[in-house]
């Protein structure tokens, strides 16, 4: 587990303290679950991919079915996690808005995404999608990028779902921020997952022009974030 998914993790389990019995729900995840919760956590998955809920061997139930219109309820899960998702939803307002109604007192909405005002958010927005085939493919050398279960899949990267969106969304639904993170390297790691002095050649003084010129808001190290959002009693 890296260092900010460390924290993250540590943050959560302050945050849930002795409390036994929750009821999870992980949106949009996969066959892969990123956190823990006590043994004793009922964990509902939803995915639009039914052969990849199937996979996932951490849930108790399984919804297929789409984030952005699916009926979750009312005040019916103690912590709600949605991980790498929203970047790559049109509408992600609507899966948080179906979040924030499903929560219960004092439940928590754990998100991680990557984040639009920085230098990868905005080129990910903003080229095509055949050229993040071609770029995974070819720059990052995964060679099985874009076949049935593996990215790159389509980004949207919407500004509703940056840090700053998500912390409007919190203030428009009277919930706290209780834990506020962002990361990156600030270096050819962010863009191809591995150090490369040549790639840090152009990209290390292009990040600082670009810090400079907008006056901080696109940060090198603002790759992508870590927050914990938590409702009212």
């Known amino acids: 587990m890296r260092d900010d998914e460390h924290k993250l993790q540590e943050a959560l ?8 019995g929750l009821t999870v729900l992980e949106a949009g995840c996969g066959s892969l679950s990123h956190l823990k919760f006590p043994a004793d956590t009922r964990v509902v ?4 991919a039914r052969d ?5 061997k951490q849930l108790d139930e399984r919804i297929c079915g789409d984030i952005e219109t699916y009926d979750l309820g009312s005040s019916r899960f103690d912590a709600i996690v949605c991980w790498n998702v929203l970047e790559h939803l049109k509408s992600p307002e609507q899966a948080l808005n179906r979040f924030a109604r499903a929560l219960r007192p004092q439940g928590l909405i754990v998100l991680s995404a990557p984040n639009l005002f920085c230098l990868k958010g905005l080129a990910t927005r ?26 790159p899949f389509h980004a949207y990267l919407k500004t ?3 840090q700053g969106g998500i912390r409007r969304f919190a203030r428009s639904k009277g919930l706290e921020v ?29 990040i600082f022009v670009a810090a400079g010129l907008t006056l901080g808001r696109i940060s090198p190290r603002n ?7 938590r409702a009212r009693s």
């Open 178 to 206: 209780v834990h506020d993170r962002s990361s990156g390297e600030g270096d050819s790691r962010d863009i191809i997952g591995r150090k490369s002095r040549k790639l840090d050649l152009l990209y290390k003084p292009l």
């Open 13 to 20: 389990d302050g945050l849930i303290g002795g409390r036994s």
């Open 160 to 162: 509703s779902a940056s």
């Open 223 to 229: 790759i992508e974030y870590f927050m914990i959002l």
């Open 45 to 48: 998955g939803i995915d639009i």
């Open 126 to 151: 903003y080229t095509p999608y055949w050229f993040h085939l071609w770029f995974y493919r070819n720059v990052r050398g995964w060679k099985e990028a874009g076949t049935e279960g593996n990215p």
């Open 52 to 56: 990849q809920l199937e996979r996932n």
